[in-house]
């Protein structure tokens, strides 16, 4: 089976010859395609991103000092955490019951298409909440 006749040899010359004279052209080998290939160089600067730790804990050591009410403040942090966990807790029920989750996008989805519309859209009510959360921060620091 190797080998070939000149039987066999002659059709394989013929018919390429065949295909030439009847205008059908033989594959021609194509090169293989040459992508050009971009080289970007990265160049880290130096610049100094060293967090000076001593730094950050004397000045919440400082600020820890200027508390009066400490108890307070630990039991504040503490029920913040507990109110988390709780509240991961009752999320993590909910969404084991069916239709619920799609629910709780749906409400969300319609709160924030509101603030959008109440707050966001107009000049008027975008400064009136700039105003609101200025107030809020007032507040909160005790400058009111």
């Known amino acids: 089976m190797a080998c070939l006749t000149a039987s066999t040899r002659s059709v394989a010359v013929r018919s390429s010859a065949q295909r030439v004279r009847l205008g059908v052209q033989a594959p021609v080998p194509r090169p293989a395609f040459v992508q050009a290939k971009r ?43 507990v109110l988390l966990w709780f509240s991961n807790t009752l999320v993590g029920a909910l969404n084991g019951i069916p239709l619920v989750p799609k629910l709780m996008e749906l409400v969300g989805l319609g709160y924030t298409s509101w603030f959008i519309y109440r707050y966001l859209l107009f000049k008027s009510s975008r400064e009136e909440l700039v105003r609101d959360v200025d107030e809020l921060k007032k507040k909160i620091t005790g400058e009111l």
Do not use: C, H, M
């Open 39 to 81: 080289s970007v160089a990265v160049k880290a600067q130096d610049t100094d991103t060293s967090v000076e730790v001593d730094k950050i804990v004397k000045d919440l050591q400082d600020k820890w000092d200027r508390v009066e009410n400490k108890t307070s403040v630990v039991l504040y942090g503490a029920g913040a955490v």
